[in-house]
């Protein structure tokens, strides 16, 4: 039989191993590989790799800044009058949470991974490692990387330390004379941030559910549980206004931030982020900090990569400040905004990568290396008035949302194979084309490797100024499946890549296990879900092969049919069990016969899905772990020769 008009899109993972040529040019200056631009307002201060929180010294003179990236992780201590590093000191392992005790001579930070927490001595606004308070349980076995203690705050009178326990779903109360956890209370999934009342009240988000959790002095020395607010879809940052009466709370997911009233522990508004136009997804607000006089809120916008400002008395959005590449902390130093921006100044061409088969210095030209972040400084003056609105037009033009839509006007294709493949960016495979915008000295595999490839960029279009917003495959397949990848994959994909810890948890997986199977959210997932919930929602036959699988064995019902599944319910309903998902140990080729017999199958019956998902992830590569394994440039090759028994259907 004839095929209908057919559309076979082979987007490779852009970003997912290195930095592309596109990334960063001469003639775009502060250009991102997302397609948006930079023009960070006010002075900036170059820091180590993915700092995600800034704490304040009680002076106010120094802030102390987590690293959580893959280059490495620990602190920084800046000058905030010099706009200087001070101080950098590195930690086997660091994740979101620092602060100081009540007299300002102890430092707190998070362990992450180690499951401790540091504590530092504080003298002259530098740190001393003094110890660290262990979280492990006593009694074997002893592993590491099963509490990750994130945010934490002192008690106010000093005598305990409460940390929210990442990955173990609950807060410990730390007594910190003798250094030993005194008590464990339950939260929502993956608590994330912790607040104490000047009353006493503690207050703990969570990333993976829906609640924020509350505790009050019992009279006794400790807290007790008092309920839970519901604050939005997978809660994070939290701040409170100088009397403790006001929680604010960001939904990162969701584009909102939930006013709480703390004496009533009740939402009593919600402050609406997204960006104009936008859906409610896509700013990002992932920080969050109140000023001097408790008026506004400032709202750092991962995604837009600026910082809000909200009208408490109003509960209305002033306008925006442009700032770097995803910021990821605010503070307020007097009559100055601090803002911590996870990225820094972009990426760049990385031709210092060692070439398949050399050996070099991986570690600067790495993807997840090439992005330090920054420290931005910000007059007040820049977040008011005519200045603020000047800025607000600037962040429509650097994100494009100033520019004039036209109605879509869609090919007319019947069916849609689109083929995910793995940790390529288009100058590594296709920058020798003399058609597209390409880089040749970032060239990995060349057209005598990858021909098809080659061919069927020449046929069916180069996409060489494609833009999307992914470093490696974590935030890759969440891009190439939703569109987006939620703050909880942006945070955690640096320690997982790195030496921080944590499962993969990006593909439908968290801790190891399908959320769904345990009545849970996956704490990665966009709120407005991935292409499939599209389909579904739009009433559009689907399968899936090999993206978003698990083996079938994985979780605890027993009767689970052999092969692989969906990690979501309705993928899992739609996807070819005998497909594989990633695995080196399986070819390209393997996946293919899969998918054509079925492919055949469809022809003869007149019923091919209208889309189809296929992830074709050999070209990943990996160094062969045994001499009958295929090299690096035979994988491609590979692959590439798969890549042409996909059906091409009509020239367009």
Do not use: C
């Not at 003179?61 to 201590?77: E, K, P, T, Y």
């Not at 007319?412 to 995910?420: A, D, L, M, Q, T």
């Not at 019956?605 to 001499?627: I, K, Q, Y």
């Amino acid at each position: 039989m004839r095929l209908p008009p057919l559309a076979v899109l082979i987007p490779l993972l852009f970003g997912s191993a290195h930095a592309s040529a596109q990334q960063s040019r001469p003639a775009e200056p502060g250009r991102l590989p997302t397609g948006v631009s930079l023009a960070p307002v006010g002075a900036s201060l170059g820091l180590g790799s993915m700092p995600l929180s800034i704490t304040l010294s009680p002076d106010g003179r120094r802030a102390v800044v987590v690293l959580s990236g893959w280059r490495g992780q620990g602190i920084q201590v800046v000058d905030v009058h010099r706009h200087a590093v001070v101080q950098t000191l590195l930690q086997p392992a660091a994740f979101l949470g620092a602060a100081f005790a009540p007299d300002g001579r102890t430092l707190y930070v998070s362990g992450g991974d180690r499951d401790v927490v540091y504590r530092y001595d504080w003298r002259e606004g530098l740190a001393r490692l003094r110890d660290s308070l262990d979280l492990t349980p006593e009694g074997p076995p002893r592993r590491h990387g099963v509490r990750y203690p994130a945010g934490l705050a002192p008690s106010p009178d000093g005598r305990f330390l409460y940390v929210a326990e990442n990955l173990a779903d609950s807060l410990a109360v730390v007594d910190v004379a003798s250094g030993r956890v005194v008590d464990r209370l339950a939260t929502e999934r993956y608590p994330y941030d912790v607040r104490v009342t000047p009353q006493g009240a503690v207050y703990v988000s969570a990333w993976g559910g829906h609640t924020v959790s509350v505790f009050r002095p019992n009279g006794s020395g400790r807290i007790e549980a008092v309920g839970t607010i519901p604050a939005g879809r997978h809660p994070s940052a939290l701040a409170l206004d100088r009397d403790g009466t006001r929680l604010f709370v960001a939904s990162g997911s969701t584009d909102r931030i939930a006013v709480v009233d703390t004496r009533r522990n009740e939402v009593v508004a919600q402050l609406a982020d997204p960006a104009p136009a936008g859906p409610s997804e896509g700013s990002t607000p992932d920080a969050l900090a109140v000023s001097v006089d408790g008026r506004r809120l400032f709202v750092a916008e991962a995604d837009n990569n600026a910082v809000s400002v909200f009208d408490l008395e109003g509960d209305s959005l002033l306008g925006r400040v442009p700032v770097g590449w995803y910021p990821t902390a605010v503070a307020v130093a007097g009559d100055t905004l601090l803002v911590v921006n996870g990225k820094g100044l972009g990426s760049a061409p990385n031709p210092g990568l060692p070439q398949p088969g050399q050996r070099g210095n991986r570690a600067p030209n790495y993807t997840l290396g090439q992005i330090p972040g920054t420290l931005s400084w910000i007059a007040d003056t820049e977040a008011r008035g005519a200045s603020l609105r000047g800025h607000s037009e600037t962040v429509a033009r650097l994100n494009n949302w100033d520019r004039t839509r036209t109605a879509p006007s869609y090919p007319p294709f019947e069916h849609v194979i689109y083929i995910i493949k793995e940790n390529r960016t288009y100058d590594q495979v296709l920058g020798d084309l003399p058609e597209g915008d390409g880089d040749t000295s970032l060239v990995f595999f060349p057209r005598p490797i990858s021909p098809n490839h080659h061919a069927l960029a020449e046929r069916f279009g180069t996409f060489d100024r494609f833009f999307v917003n992914a470093e490696v495959s974590a935030d890759g397949h969440n891009w190439s499946m939703g569109a987006y990848a939620s703050d909880y994959v942006e945070k955690t994909t640096p320690s997982n890549y790195g030496s921080g810890g944590r499962s993969y948890d990006y593909e439908g997986e968290n801790r190891g296990w399908i959320p769904a199977d345990q009545g849970a959210e996956d704490a990665a997932e966009p709120a407005n879900g991935y292409l499939w919930n599209l389909a579904q929602r739009a009433g559009i036959t689907f399968r899936n092969y090999g993206e978003f699988v698990a083996p079938g064995g994985m979780g605890e019902v027993e009767d689970l049919p052999p092969g692989y599944r969906g990690t979501k319910p309705y993928l899992d309903a739609h996807t070819n069990t005998d497909f594989p998902g990633f695995d080196l140990g399986i070819q390209d080729r393997t996946r293919v016969e899969v998918w054509l017999k079925e492919f055949h199958e469809y022809e003869v019956r007149g019923s091919l899905p209208a889309l189809e998902v296929m992830h074709l992830p050999s070209d990943h590569t990996s160094g062969p772990p045994g001499p009958t394994w295929p090299t690096t440039t035979s994988r491609s090759a590979a692959s590439s020769k798969r890549s042409r028994r996909a059906p091409s259907g009509p020239p367009p």
